[in-house]
C-alpha cells in the first residue's frame, strides 16, 4: 500500500516538473545497459516474467491518461535506485576495480483485480499479489532478496 501512495505521490507532484527550456534534462536512470542486463536476467529465472512491461513505460502512461489501473493492479518488473546507477550516472572515485554492487529487480505479479481502478482505496484491489526482489551482479549472477505477498502459485 505504502508504494501506491509513493506512486500517486510522484504522479501528482511529478506531472507539472519540466526542465526549463533549452536545459537538457538528466539521463534516465533505467536507460543505462546495465539496466536491461539485470531485467533480462530476472527474466530468465522465471517464465511468468518473460513478458512482464517495464514499470517505467506504465507509470508514463498512468501519468498520462490519469488511469492508475495499470500500476494498482498490473504486473511489472523494473530496476531499483541504488548506489550502482547513481556511479553509472554521476561517475565514481572510488569504483577501482569496476565490480559494482549490481542491480536490485523488483517483480510484481498480480492476478483477479478490479479492471478499472479511479480512486485509492485501502483494501488491496487484487485478489492474488505476489513480489520478488533479485540482486543481479555484473557478472550475470542472479540472488533472489525477497519473495513476499500471496502463495506463490501461479497467477489466475
Not at 536476467?41 to 511468468?48: F, L, S, W, Y
Not at 501519468?63 to 561517475?91: C, E, N
Amino acid at each position: 500500500m505504502r508504494r501506491v501512495v509513493l506512486v500517486l505521490m510522484t504522479l501528482t507532484f511529478g506531472a507539472g516538473a519540466a526542465p526549463a527550456m533549452g536545459a537538457s534534462p538528466e539521463p534516465l536512470i533505467g536507460s543505462d545497459p546495465a539496466d536491461g542486463r539485470a531485467v533480462a536476467a530476472v527474466r530468465g529465472t522465471d517464465p511468468r516474467f518473460a513478458a512482464l512491461e517495464d514499470y517505467a513505460n506504465i507509470s508514463q502512461r498512468a501519468a498520462s491518461t490519469f488511469d492508475l489501473t495499470p500500476i494498482v493492479a498490473g504486473s511489472w518488473i523494473h530496476v531499483l535506485p541504488t548506489y550502482d546507477q547513481f556511479i553509472g550516472q554521476y561517475g565514481t572515485v572510488n569504483d577501482t576495480d569496476g565490480s559494482g554492487l549490481g542491480r536490485v529487480v523488483e517483480v510484481m505479479l498480480v492476478a483477479d483485480c478490479l479492471t478499472h481502478i479511479t480512486t485509492v482505496e485501502a483494501v488491496d484491489p487484487c485478489a492474488w499479489r505476489h513480489t520478488w526482489l533479485y540482486r543481479v551482479l555484473p557478472d550475470g549472477s542472479v540472488t533472489q532478496l525477497l519473495d513476499a505477498g500471496s502463495p506463490d502459485a501461479s497467477p489466475g
